[in-house]
């Protein structure tokens, strides 16, 4: 998948506890996304990064927060997970100019 | 707010005929509209893209139309096999520097052999 990892594949939590999603990639892309899929909903954007330490809210970023300390790591964190927060999680990059993202292949995430 | 309204929300096509799915976006902003192919398990992959400078655009099997004064723009899929069978999302998006993409609730497709 473009040289995209996300981990892990698969997370059940409680609710409350906290969570980290990583994504890393091995393209040198600028631009990386989190987003989220759900039934009746699609893909949504919570967060997204243009570059090192740069970091913007999507449509749906309440819970959540996001760093990027190197090009290759884009991380997703739930501070106190909820279940309206159980979701396939999906990070995907892009070099901006081409406008193609590239799509890893996903974190479904349980909060029971 | 959602500004890419997709239709259906699930379609059903025999094998060998022709699938057409719906958009309509609201942001005349908006200049790049690409389509997304995702199969069950795996991360959505760019399937055809377009720009409001032409109004179709054909890559095989696969056509998208545009209307840009109607603010409409169509897959479609012709002689549908049922390898075709995934789920379809339309996006679209606005240029400048913080580039980012708004997609469709997406059309689960289904290609009966």
């Known amino acids: 998948d473009a040289g995209i990892t996300q981990s892990p594949r698969h997370k059940v939590t409680e609710t409350g506890t906290p969570v980290t999603l990583r994504c890393h990639q091995t393209?040198?892309?600028?631009?990386m996304y989190w987003y989220r899929q759900d039934p009746g909903h699609g893909l949504r954007l919570i967060h997204y990064?243009?570059?090192?330490?740069?970091?913007d809210k999507g449509e749906v970023s309440d819970g959540y927060s996001v760093s990027r300390s190197k090009t290759e790591d884009f991380l997703l964190t739930l501070e106190s997970a909820t279940s309206s927060q159980t979701s396939v999680y999906f990070c995907?990059?892009?070099?901006?100019?081409?406008?193609?993202?590239?799509f890893g292949s996903g974190t479904q995430l349980s909060v029971l | 707010q959602q500004q890419v309204k997709q239709s259906p929300q699930s379609l059903i096509v025999q094998k060998g005929g022709i699938s057409i799915i719906n958009c309509a976006y609201e942001n005349t902003a908006f200049d790049y509209f690409p389509w997304y192919q995702q199969f069950p398990g795996k991360g959505p992959a760019l399937l055809i893209a377009?720009?409001?400078?032409?109004s179709e655009k054909k890559e095989g099997r696969f056509t998208i139309s545009f209307n840009k004064s109607a603010k409409q723009f169509s897959l479609h899929i012709m002689d549908s096999q049922p390898g075709d069978s995934a789920t379809y999302f339309c996006?679209?998006?606005?240029?400048?520097?913080?580039?980012?993409?708004?997609f469709g609730k997406g059309t689960l497709l289904t290609v009966n052999p």
């Open positions: 995907a990059i892009g070099e901006g100019a081409s406008e193609k993202l590239f």
């Open positions: 377009i720009r409001p400078d032409v």
């Open positions: 990064s243009y570059g090192v330490k740069d970091t």
């Open positions: 996006a679209s998006s606005s240029g400048g520097s913080n580039y980012k993409l708004t």
């Open positions: 393209e040198n892309h600028r631009y």
